[in-house]
């Protein structure tokens, strides 16, 4: 019956090519512009943001952590309102996560502090006695890459017309001078927030450590 | 399938991909058993530092058993069996046997800078897809010089129709060079950036829900093209070669092979479910998975009943018992794939164990059953040697299955544990547990999971051992074996 195909390689690896592609085409390209369309009064994020969603990224919090909440009582009592697609029109990538096996934190924002997450980023059992999450000590001393964060919120900017302001251009002057005019105050608003002495010394000195940007980055998820 | 004597086949490229097929299964493995035990014991995420908590390693895990141990496999098992359902030799093309083993080397390279990367924090953070874009373009001439190679092999072929094993290693080249392709869209920072942030520093070409859609229509899909499609390949090739009979249907053969070309791309909605993507996709993924039981089924029980009248095999011969128990794993897993896919299960299910406890099943009890299977298989015709220990092949089997399943079952419990736990109410409709007590519940479950892991590692490492005796030290066969493995 299908004898034929079979000896020519040419003729079933396009026949292969066409009955997987086709399902792509019809799924995922209607929606595509529709979906990625911001909610009103979204803002893209700052660059210390930026900077603490790479600390995201870096420790892989979303192997245990999700940033989705489905549209059930049990979720909305829990978390708080269900995600939105416009919620994420900035998020390049999704971090939806497929994994809780610590809470969401979608809505984080709204319920910690930034001394909440800085004494359980340092030691989760010293505000939850029973959790099985790793104390990250280590984003305490590291200092964080805002120079790459910087780079992206240049590149979003040129290339998918993210709504950024003036103050981010390319080159090394424009960096320099916006990390120490926007970015250096945002962290020290945050690292006075934690109420942690050699943070707020390390900001003082103009270094932003990671767990900085990481609770920058916490406190936007509302 | 008869192996033509006149022929002599050039194993060199095979036996490279079979030794790291075996040395990234021990790694992944072992790292696994590792992450596994962290959720139990929590102290042990601070052996190495920074580099050593469960969220760095798990995507080392995931990387190396996928793209170390299981693709060393399906490119093992492609450079044995191409040559030979293709009669043809890689020995008769200095070209391609180069392009082989530049591909080898290639592919060394990126496993290595994969690992270092992961453990470094350098990721793009798509699940299955965290290389960054160094490391992507890597990855994409590795793959085209596999297609070079492939259908370099078919120009030369003397045997004019593709045996099914041949459908599948096209279809797995094809499915996952879209996919990859796809997902994988990203711009480098430093292009536009004016020199300033990291070289290696990309950003995805989709946000948010796009993303999450592309990133699953290739996160469902590597399953399929990966652990599904080039292991029946496998299975296609080396449960008939090791049993001596013939594939007991054609027509279900090719059922089965166009049914999963076209069902299996649509399931990819079904890890999106309750997500913020539009119903329609969502009802179409639940749809397609429960439809998807269909040809997955199809090539199993042609599998089994290829075993019809010869069942005593399944006594006799342990790497009979490794292929026919996989095949079960894989009726096994495509049935609880679609049941999970299911909205009213999934709401339940998603987010919690029983997700993983899925996984494994499928890769513990199928995909690296099959590889196991295949390499000894492999060992005996590429190293002209009997298998050194049939005594210590039982035992594996017995210690790994008893280790999938303590897996399994344990997940099962803890995941539907949990998901009953995050919904439930009291009288008054106020949420009965924090999320903390969720998570102490299934301390018991993470120890068993752990157990069941370690048993299959130790598994591993029999493997490892009496594959590296067989290669090494086992008897010398003066002539090819015809069907079944001889081993001591």
Known sequence: MFHWLEKNPFLFS????????????????PNFAEASRPIKGLKPYTVLQLAGKEVYKKDNCIACHSQLIRPFKSETDRYGKYSLSGEYAYDRPFLWGSKRTGPDLHRVGNYRTPDWHANHMWDPKSVVPDSIMPAYKHQFKNVADMATAYAEAVTVKKVFDTPYGDEIQPGKAAFEKYYKSVALPEALKIAKAMKNKDVLAMVQQGKIPEIVALVAYLERLK | MQSSAALEYDYSVAKLYMWTAVIFGIVGM???????????????????????????????????VIYGFTVSGIFATFYYSAQRV????????????????????????????????????????????????PLDVLIVVIWVLWGVIMFGLIGMRREKALYISMWYYIACFLGV??????????????????????????????????????????????????????????????LPKESGQAVYSYKLSLLSFWGLMFVYL????????????????????????????????????????????????????????????????????????????????????????????????????????????????????????????????????????TGVVLYFTSMWIAGITQGMMWRAVDEYGNLMYSFIDTVSVLHPYYTIRAIGGLLYLIGVFMFAYNFLMTATAGRKLEQEPQFRSPMA
Do not use: C
């Not at chain 2, 696994?32 to 080392?60: C, D, H, K, M, W």
């Not at chain 2, 008769?92 to 270092?116: D, P």
């Open chain 1, 14 to 29: 396009v026949g292969v090519f066409i009955v997987i592609a086709f399902a792509g085409l019809v799924e995922i390209l």
């Open chain 2, 30 to 64: 072992t790292i696994g058993v590792l992450i596994a035990s962290q959720l139990a014991f929590p102290e042990l995420n601070y052996l190495f530092g920074e580099y050593g908590t469960f969220s760095r390693l798990r995507p080392v895990h995931t990387n190396v």
């Open chain 2, 86 to 133: 293709l009669k043809v030799s890689m020995g008769e093309s200095k070209l391609l046997n180069g392009l082989g083993y530049l591909q080898f080397i290639l592919y060394l390279i990126a496993a290595t800078g994969l690992v270092v990367s992961e453990l470094m924090g350098i990721t793009a953070s798509k699940e299955y897809a965290q290389m960054e874009w």
């Open chain 2, 177 to 238: 060079a879209m996919l990859y392709l796809f997902n994988n869209m990203e711009v480098p920072t430093i292009f536009f950036s004016g020199g300033v942030g990291a070289w290696y520093h990309s950003v995805s070409m989709y946000a948010g829900t796009n993303d999450a859609l592309v990133q699953w229509w290739w996160g469902h899909n590597a399953v399929a093209f990966v652990f599904t499609v080039p292991i029946i390949a496998i299975i296609y090739y080396f």
């Open chain 2, 266 to 401: 649509w399931a990819g909605g079904h890890h999106l479910l309750w997500s913020t993507v539009p119903d329609w996709m969502q009802t179409m993924g639940s749809v397609f998975s429960v439809v998807l039981i269909l040809p997955s089924w199809g090539s199993a029980i042609n599998m089994l009943l290829t075993m019809k009248g010869e069942w005593n095999q399944l006594t006799e011969n342990p790497l009979i018992k490794f292929m026919v128990l996989a095949s079960t794993f894989y009726m096994l897993s495509t049935l609880e794939g679609p049941i999970q896919a299911v909205k009213s299960v999934n709401a339940i299910a998603h987010f919690t164990d029983w997700i993983p406890g899925h996984v494994h099943d499928g890769v513990l009890g199928w995909v690296a059953f099959m590889i196991f299977a295949a390499l000894m298989h492999m060992a005996t015709r590429a190293f002209k040697r009997e298998i050194y220990s049939k005594s210590l092949l039982e035992a594996q089997f017995w210690i790994q299955t």
